[in-house]
């Protein structure tokens, strides 16, 4: 069995950690605040002192942090894994982050006798402790069948998507077409509310048809309930978008609704609401027609 | 059993009448062209001259045309259905036309002491052959109560959205929520092509998710595989649109993506493709983008 090193122990790291170790993984951890390490040391993983030192105690190096800068601090910057890394380990960023960034850290690497793979994410915490998550793989195929018994671990769907990069660039690819579908379950029911219709009804009535989502599924009734509690913050969906507008920008394909959808949302970030669920894009379309989307009601 | 009368006998038209035939209902019928009326007399309906002798041989009038003047002209138009309603009948008009021309068209019909619903459907051909379209139902509740036999015959999902105008409010709701989620859908998929990876493979890791859609599972891989018939025709979304918006004019309710993709798709119109599935709004997001989304293809 692989010794594992994770670094990143927050909502999602903590949780994937607690199921390695339950399948019986050596698992060796750091992060930046006390709380995740005490919760995993807890659970039977090992401490080091830094990402250098988690990297000489493994075999595959996994690290689940916030952005772009969060990785490279993590694995080529000082102190990073890169420094306690032997040739042949293999290092798994579960981040989401810049799809380029990835390929030049993956570079780095490389030079050292080191593969990567990069294996977004997505189920959010729910999934993470269920070990339920859709691992989205870039990478070399011979690197994904020596992690798939990790990966299984912690994840379900587990599809490998292309070569290094491209997991981060299909993770993208889901946060664009759900801000579209966000967007579109926003504006009907806030047209519902505004003509008149119970939006509640109206859901029911679409749900199951052409225009039903998980989204709409999912975030259109909390939004009548008027729910704005985070299953996945704005503030997050806000980074991956910007994270897609700008790979987007490097291949030069427009995106039109994802730039108005991430441009729709500053506002609920000004309004100091960046820790409100992505359901709270809403208020935006709310904000514009005047109106409040709300179970029941109908009209203004 | 009530009398049906049965104006409109196009693509959704013909097999909603030969249900209500097999069902064992008296249905009389009338259609702008032949070829409908003779494919209804030859599955045992009988034919009337026009909207108002049609109306003089039922108890209950439906209607199903394209748009708000077809509506008018079929009802309360010259030779129009109002010219042979006795008191105490039944209009349902099952088109998708404006929420605000249906309540006026009611109102029409009350001074004669006719009833009226709107019933606008989705579910496209195949739901109106195999009797399984979702019905969006605005009206009185008694009248609901009495036109839902008829209903059962023609649809699954028969829902009772609130007084007249609100079904029609919720078909627009519903096209709202599909042009959101398709932009979603096609920005998505040429993120992933310009990026290097295989939509195909895209599709499959983010189906499942919370990104998932019944747009994406039924349209994406028509996209991915280049097959641009219509399950549901680009000039019809166009027209349901354009109600949609002008509707959200009435209420005053801004819809920038709604707005956005009907502007995107003129381009697919003004390309002589309007009879195309609006799975062509791909098109118009590779166009932007100088790219073209194929399946197993990875990059330019």
Known sequence: MERIGFVGLGIMGRPMVKNLLAAGYDVCVWNRSRPGIDECVAAGAREAAGPAAVAAACDVFISMVTDSPDVEAVITGPGGAIEGLAAGALVIDMSTISPAVTRDIAARLADQGVAMLDAPVSGGDAGAIAGTLSIMIGG??????????????????????????????????????????????????????????DPARMLDAISAGAAGSWQMSNLGPRIIDRDFAPGFMVRLLQKDLRL????????EQPLPVAGLVHQFLHQ????????????????????????????GSTGD
Chains 1, 2 share one sequence.
Do not use: W, Y
């Open 140 to 197: 070399a195929a011979a690197d994904v069948d020596r992690a798939r018994p990790v990966f299984e671990v912690m994840g379900k769907t587990i599809t490998h998507v292309g070569p290094i990069g491209a997991g981060q660039s299909v993770k993208l690819c889901n946060q664009v077409a759900i801000a579209g579908c966000l967007e579109g379950v926003c504006e009907a029911l806030t047209l519902a509310q505004k003509s008149g219709v």
């Open 268 to 295: 609920i970030e000004a309004a100091g609401r960046g820790g409100d669920g992505t359901q709270a894009l809403a208020r935006v379309l709310e904000s514009l027609g005047g109106t409040e989307v709300r179970r």
């Open 244 to 251: 897609a507008l700008g790979a987007a920008q490097d291949v």
